[in-house]
Antibody
Framework: QLQLQESGPGLVKPSETVSLTCTASGGSITSSNFYWGWIRQPPGKGLEWIGTMFYSGNTYYNPSLLSRVTISLDPSRNQFSLRLTSVTATDTSVYYC????????????????????WGTGTTVTVSS | QSALTQPRSVSGSPGQSVTISCAGTSSDVGGYNYVSWYQQYPGKAPKLMIYDVNKRPSGVPDRFSGSKSGNTASLTISGLQAEDEADYHCCSYAGTYSLVFGGGTKVTVL
């Protein structure tokens, strides 16, 4: 059974770059059946989709974060990562990683539509 | 890409039914049958309860059901139990490989 575990620095200064890692156990991130994604939740607020990646390298990002976010995979460590640049206080959130089943549509591009497995989350606080 | 609209809170007594709405547009909820719902306890990660509008993952009680009409999706909890007190978030595919969430709804069991 797949388990996901996020890790990160906890505290980051404004304008710096934060890097988070999600380690998968019990399943391979190079599986062709799944996408891998990041979601965040500011304190007391709702969830926000950050972005999703397929093992082939295709990445898709929230338009509101497109200029600052990068998701990458490290198959050798069965990990995928999130890099967010130029952080501000509004980036303070709990960050979750997740696995998204691949939806195969005959004659149409594949897509993904829901997060089936979630990590436990890691808190990122942006403060000087 | 605007967030979906959910009521801030709903409440019901044990045994009753409650319904949470999730209003979107024709570009997200109304345009695709890809609405999902997540249950979240305080300090915990979300858990998938419904996907593809009305499908339940294995292990989710059948008193949780989903539906959609036009640009609005709904999650109904029948036979409300104390353990159902949690936050519930809706999510929809919004085209071009993007996903959009609602603001979340707190369910209180009276």
């Amino acid at each position: 059974q797949l388990q996901l575990q996020e890790s990160g620095p906890g505290l980051v200064k404004p304008s710096e770059t934060v890097s988070l890692t999600c380690t998968a156990s019990g399943g391979s991130i190079t599986s062709s059946n799944f996408y891998w994604g990041w979601i965040r939740q500011p304190p007391g607020k709702g969830l926000e989709w950050i972005g999703t990646m397929f093992y082939s390298g295709n990445t898709y990002y929230n338009p509101s974060l497109l200029s600052r976010v990068t998701i990458s995979l490290d198959p050798s460590r069965n990990q995928f990562s999130l890099r967010l640049t130029s952080v501000t206080a509004t980036d303070t959130s709990v960050y979750y990683c997740a696995r998204l089943p691949r939806v195969r549509l005959p004659g149409r591009p594949d897509l993904y539509s829901y997060m089936a497995v979630w990590g436990t989350g890691t808190t990122v606080t942006v403060s000087s | 890409q605007s967030a979906l609209t959910q009521p801030r809170s709903v409440s019901g007594s044990p045994g009753q039914s409650v319904t949470i709405s999730c209003a979107g547009t024709s570009s997200d909820v109304g345009g695709y049958n890809y609405v999902s719902w997540y249950q979240q306890y305080p300090g915990k990660a979300p858990k998938l309860m419904i996907y593809d509008v009305n499908k339940r993952p294995s292990g989710v009680p059948d008193r949780f059901s989903g539906s959609k009409s036009g640009n609005t999706a709904s999650l109904t909890i029948s036979g409300l139990q104390a353990e159902d007190e949690a936050d519930y978030h809706c999510c929809s595919y919004a085209g071009t490989y993007s996903l959009v969430f609602g603001g979340g709804t707190k369910v209180t069991v009276l």
